[in-house]
């Protein structure tokens, strides 16, 4: 089961305000792909809310693009910077190229991607924050599942 990004806001608003601050608070991230035979692969990549979704963009034909043709399932990992003050982000889901010309016009809006590219659309199948909880004492790992809800564990 996936669920898109607006989805995930309107399901849990605080997490997904958590979340996408650390993937607006710095350019670049770490997206994690198959490669054709299985293996993993991880890739820079820049990530996009456009239209109340999550996507990602990028050079048409590249080896990441490829290979989320072949097997969206990716796992995408928010730069946490020099300290994780505002926590850890990851992302886990499935990748769907969006050749749609009215989705790919608004993205062209609000993105101005250099063309020719690759636009997709993030579904998500799980989404974790990890923070320190304020006493420093442990860990507050927060994980939304779709029709699961988030569930916080503490882990000292």
Same mark, same amino acid.
């Given at each position: 089961?996936?669920?898109?990004?607006?989805?995930?806001?309107?399901?849990?608003?605080?997490?997904?305000?958590?979340?996408?601050?650390?993937?607006?608070?710095?350019?670049?991230?770490?997206? $994690?792909?198959? /490669?054709?035979? !299985?293996?993993?692969?991880?890739? *820079?990549?820049?990530?996009?809310?456009?239209? #109340? &979704?999550?996507?990602?963009?990028?050079?048409?034909?590249?080896?990441?693009?490829?290979?989320?043709?072949?097997?969206?399932?990716? $796992?995408?990992? /928010?730069?946490? !910077?020099?300290?994780?003050?505002? *926590?850890?982000?990851?992302?886990?889901?499935? #990748? &769907?190229?969006?050749?749609?010309?009215?989705?790919?016009?608004?993205?062209?809006?609000?993105?101005?991607?250099?063309?020719?590219?690759?636009?997709?659309?993030?579904?998500?199948?799980?989404?974790?924050?990890?923070?320190?909880?304020?006493?420093?004492?442990?860990?507050?790992?927060?994980?939304?599942?779709?029709?699961?809800?988030?569930?916080?564990?503490?882990?000292?």
């Amino acid at each position: 089961m996936t669920a898109q990004w607006h989805e995930f806001a309107t399901d849990a608003p605080e997490m997904a305000t958590m979340i996408k601050a650390e993937f607006e608070a710095k350019k670049h991230h770490v997206l $994690a792909t198959l /490669a054709g035979d !299985g293996s993993p692969r991880v890739h *820079g990549v820049e990530v996009q809310f456009v239209a #109340a &979704e999550l996507t990602v963009g990028m050079m048409f034909a590249s080896a990441k693009a490829r290979q989320l043709q072949h097997d969206g399932r990716f $796992a995408l990992h /928010a730069n946490p !910077g020099d300290d994780m003050g505002g *926590g850890d982000a990851k992302i886990v889901g499935i #990748a &769907e190229e969006v050749t749609d010309q009215v989705a790919l016009e608004e993205y062209i809006a609000a993105v101005h991607p250099p063309p020719p590219f690759h636009m997709f659309r993030l579904r998500l199948r799980e989404v974790v924050h990890t923070a320190l909880h304020p006493n420093g004492d442990r860990l507050i790992i927060s994980v939304w599942r779709p029709g699961a809800g988030v569930s916080v564990i503490e882990r000292a």
